[in-house]
T-cell receptor, first 117, second 114 residues
C-alpha cells in the first residue's frame, strides 16, 4: 500500500509569506496527525484529526497555523504569516484505529523541511 | 506533564561496536514506549515497542526493555553497522483518554564509521 505522502519535501520562504503543507494519509486511515521538529529539539505534537474533525489541537503554537482536512482525506497545514521560528521539519502521520496504545499503528511521512529566511 | 529525556548526540561508533542510547521518561500513567528511527532522507519508522513493564521490544538486532522501576527504555545493539547510522527517537505513547499523541525525546544522531 502507498505510505503517507507529504509535499513539498522542502520549502524555503521569506518571513511574512504564506506556506501550505500537504499530507496524504494512507487510504482508509481516519486518524491523521501533524508533528513538528524544530532544529535539534524534540518532535512535538501539533494536532490530531479524526476524519475531518479536530480531535486534539492542543499543540498548535498560535493562530498563524491553520490545519484543515476537508472531506476527511488529505490535510493541509497553512502558516500565515511565517516567522523565523517556524523553521523545522513538519511530519504527518496516519493510523487506522486510535485505541489505547495505538502509537505503534502510526505511519509517518518523510516530512516537509520548512526554512523561513 | 509527561516527558522523555534521551542522551544527546552525536554518538560516533566504529562498526561492530556496542551501542547504548539512554532514554528515561516521566509519566503519570502507564504508557507504551517506542523507539523510532529516521534514516537520512526518509520518514520516521517504528523500530521497536514495549507496552508494559518488563516487556522487551526487539527488531533488527536492537533491543530495549521497559523498566518501570527506573523509568527507562534504553536502546541497545550488540554490533552496529554503517547502515544503522540514523537519528533515533525515544517516545512514549497514549494511555487512556481520547488523545493519541506521542511524546518524543530530542533524538540522538548515531554515526557509525567503517
Amino acid at each position: 500500500e502507498a505510505g503517507v505522502t507529504q509535499f513539498p519535501s522542502h520549502s524555503v520562504i521569506e518571513k511574512g509569506q504564506t506556506v501550505t503543507l500537504r499530507c496524504d494519509p494512507i487510504s482508509g486511515h481516519d486518524n491523521l496527525y501533524w508533528y513538528r521538529r524544530v532544529m535539534g529539539k524534540e518532535i512535538k505534537f501539533l494536532l490530531h484529526f479524526v476524519k475531518e474533525s479536530k480531535q486534539d489541537e492542543s499543540g498548535m503554537p498560535n493562530n498563524r497555523f491553520l490545519a484543515e482536512r476537508t472531506g476527511g482525506t488529505y490535510s493541509t497545514l497553512k502558516v500565515q504569516p511565517a516567522e523565523l521560528e517556524d523553521s523545522g521539519v513538519y511530519f504527518c502521520a496516519s493510523s487506522q484505529d486510535p485505541g489505547q496504545g495505538s502509537g505503534y499503528g502510526y505511519t509517518f511521512g518523510s516530512g516537509t523541511r520548512l526554512t523561513v529566511v | 506533564g509527561d516527558s522523555v529525556t534521551q542522551m544527546e548526540g552525536p554518538v560516533t561508533l566504529s562498526e561492530e561496536a556496542f551501542l547504548t542510547i539512554n532514554c528515561t521518561y516521566t509519566a503519570t500513567g502507564y504508557p507504551s514506549l517506542f523507539w523510532y528511527v529516521q534514516y537520512p532522507g526518509e520518514g520516521l519508522q517504528l523500530l521497536l515497542k514495549a507496552t508494559k513493564a518488563d516487556d522487551k521490544g526487539s527488531n533488527k538486532g536492537f533491543e530495549a526493555t521497559y523498566r518501570k522501576e527506573t523509568t527507562s527504555f534504553h536502546l541497545e545493539k550488540g554490533s552496529v553497522q554503517v547502515s544503522d547510522s540514523a537519528v533515533y527517537f525515544c517516545a512514549l505513547g497514549p494511555y487512556g483518554g481520547a488523545t493519541n499523541k506521542l511524546i518524543f525525546g530530542t533524538g540522538t544522531l548515531l554515526a557509525v564509521q567503517p
